[in-house]
Nanobody, 128 residues
Framework: QVPLVESGGGSVQAGDSLRLSCTPS??????????YAWFRQGPREEQEFVAA????????YYAPSLKGRFTVSRDNSKNTVFLQMDSLKPEDSAVYYC???????????????????WGQGTQVTVAS
């Protein structure tokens, strides 16, 4: 397993944007993940799926409630995945986690157990 490192979280006002990044903590490992995903967990809430993307950036999934405001992308040359979050709302406040798998997950992208590598999370706080 290669730990992942998220960055880009912070405290913003409603309507602002943030871009989160996620990359393996040890770039020298050369690990290229087939699937990346973002999950989030708000206070007193269960962890929920946000978005997922495959290696080719052809297969992309979003939580229906977030599609249109959030955009997931990846740069394989930098082994980095991004989550662009626009028009943020207070209910978007959560710890955002990056997850990865060496396998193409296809229809299993929602299954947290399929992801073998996780980051520690980055806090996003949106004030009204």
């Amino acid at each position: 397993q290669v730990p992942l490192v998220e960055s880009g979280g912070g405290s913003v006002q409603a309507g602002d944007s943030l871009r989160l990044s996620c990359t393996p903590s040890t770039q020298s490992s050369g690990q290229i993940f087939e699937s990346y995903a973002w999950f989030r967990q708000g206070p007193r809430e269960e962890q929920e799926f946000v978005a997922a993307i495959d290696k080719s950036s052809v297969t992309i999934y979003y939580a229906p409630s977030l599609k249109g405001r959030f955009t997931v992308s990846r740069d394989n040359s930098k082994n980095t995945v991004f989550l662009q979050m626009d028009s943020l709302k207070p209910e978007d406040s959560a710890v955002y986690y990056c997850a990865a798998s060496t396998f193409y997950l296809g229809s299993y992208y929602l299954d947290r157990a399929r992801y073998t590598d996780w980051g520690q999370g980055t806090q996003v706080t949106v004030a009204s």
